[in-house]
């Protein structure tokens, strides 16, 4: 391979990764990743899983609870409700802000006050938080979405809450993830070998091929095996729980991963610098 | 020589052992995490004497970056480009 080269591409090509969108809907996205390494398609996968920030609900200050439920446990109820993170670039984290607890620079504020004064039931959902910033809004998914269930109440209950929403990574707490879940596949017919069926008689009885063995060739089940083979084409498919779309989740995974390597090559850069100039530290 | 590099995981050590690996001046790289609760990846590099194991790390970051770049492109392309099926409205399932 030529270092000056076109340094990607798998098994000695050139031609470097390409991908395929297959589907593309309000809450999903599937999209073929080919000519690039398993280890690549994997660290994308991860980083839209637990690494691109959303904003989520991260203190609660409880006023008034006289409802079933104890303040921790709808603490943490509210935690999980998706909040619309459409511009979480203009939030900071509060690590980085010049404030000491939390400002609207590095939070959002959301209230909830409901009271049940009738003789049936009352159900707070997420629909009954109010936000100090329009931008930041619980997600509802259409008009005929009632929100999503908090508790619910009976005559004479009350609720009164005050919510800091914050920017946050699912690597600290699964709330701030921006996806349910990630489907990912590779070599559908398993002509690699990575996976061992556990059988009772016929492996291909027990274990029918997924929907995206259509996408390849069917192998000749004389062929001798190629241990050489290396996996290269991915299919990917992300769904969302509503805080971010679909195609963003995967262009923001990408650009924390851009993010992430330029800072260690910032850090390689200072940490050559300062070696340099004392003598003192590691040595090769 | 061995870097190791803080708040880093699998994530990134996977994909930079790869990218490292394929430079044809390396002998030998690999990565591991000592300890599943300390937030710390090690990676091993050890190079021909044509070059040094921290302009190997460069030029691996450098290249993993360049990588992303085009899948990012890529990407950015074919959502514009719009050429699959689109329901936005669509609700799960
Ligand atoms: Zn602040």
Known sequence: ?284 | MTFSLKDEDHTLGNALRYMIMKNPEVDYCGYSIPHPSEAKMNIRVQTTDRTSAIEVMDKGLQDLIDLCTVVVDAFKAEVSNGDFEYDEDAVWP
């Open chain 1, 1 to 284: 391979m030529d270092l000056s080269g076109a340094p990607y591409g798998s098994l000695g090509t050139l031609s470097g990764p390409s991908i395929t969108i297959q589907e593309l809907k309000k809450d999903r996205i599937s999209f073929i990743l080919t000519e690039t390494d398993l280890s690549v398609a994997n660290s994308l996968r991860r980083v839209m899983i637990a690494e691109v920030p959303t904003i989520a609900i991260d203190m609660v200050e409880i006023e008034t609870n006289t409802t079933v439920l104890a303040d921790e446990f709808i603490a943490h109820r509210l935690g999980m409700i998706p909040i619309d993170s459409t511009d979480v670039e203009r939030i900071k984290y509060t690590r980085d802000c010049t404030c000491s607890q939390y400002c609207s620079e590095c939070s959002v504020e959301l209230t909830l006050h409901v009271k049940c004064t009738e003789d049936r039931t009352k159900i707070v959902t997420s629909k009954d938080l109010v936000s100090n910033n329009p931008q930041f809004q619980p997600v509802v998914e259409d008009k005929n979405d009632q929100g999503i269930l908090i508790v619910k109440l009976r005559k004479g209950h009350e609720l009164k809450l005050k919510c800091i929403a914050k920017k946050g990574v699912a690597k600290e707490h699964a709330k701030w993830s921006p996806v349910s879940g990630v489907a990912f596949e590779y070599d559908p017919y398993n002509k690699l070998r990575h996976t061992h069926y556990w059988i009772e008689e016929d492996a291909g009885k027990e274990w029918p091929v997924s929907g995206n063995a259509k996408l390849e060739a069917e192998p000749n089940p004389d062929a001798p095996f190629d241990y050489n083979a290396k996996p290269d084409r991915f299919y990917i498919e992300t769904e969302t729980v509503g805080s971010l779309k679909p195609e963003d989740v995967v262009s923001m995974g990408m650009k924390t991963l851009l993010d992430k390597l330029g800072y260690v090559q910032m850090q390689l850069k200072e940490e050559l610098a300062s070696h340099q100039q004392d003598q003192t530290g590691w040595s090769y």
